[in-house]
């Protein structure tokens, strides 16, 4: 079992930038993928992006490419999301979430967190 918690969400203009992280409970976290998905308001959750156990790996929607990056300390068990640039269209709750990560790339997450709401102002 892996509990999450994210912090970093908030409000800001758009072109800013936040930082999101997100903080795992148990001893087996260096052993699952990481994975940023969002929702917006009357929408689908969506993926954003994930990052392999190692690190080395990282993958992103092409809606963000360029403008977030994920990367995780093991030492700390904590994953984050730098994103700048960001745009309204941006605004939604981000949740992280520990999962397996595919031979082609896809993130299939097996835990979540609660969860943290993102807000960007035109």
């Known amino acids: 079992q892996v509990q999450l918690v994210e912090s970093g969400g908030g409000l800001v203009q758009a072109g800013g930038s936040l930082r999101l992280s997100c903080v795992a409970s148990g001893r087996t976290f260096s052993s699952y993928a990481m994975g940023w998905l969002r929702q917006a308001p009357g929408k689908e959750r969506e993926f954003v992006s994930f990052?392999?156990?190692?690190?080395?790996?990282?993958y992103y929607a092409d809606s963000v490419k360029g403008r977030f990056t994920i990367s995780r300390d093991n030492a700390k068990n904590t994953v984050y999301l730098q994103m700048n640039s960001l745009k309204p269209e941006d605004t939604a709750v981000y949740y992280c979430?520990?999962?397996?990560?595919?031979?082609?790339?896809?993130?299939?997450?097996?835990?979540w967190g609660q969860g943290t709401q993102v807000t960007v102002s035109s």
């Open positions: 990052i392999r156990w190692s690190g080395f790996s990282t």
């Open positions: 979430a520990a999962g397996r990560g595919t031979y082609s790339g896809s993130f299939i997450p097996d835990y």
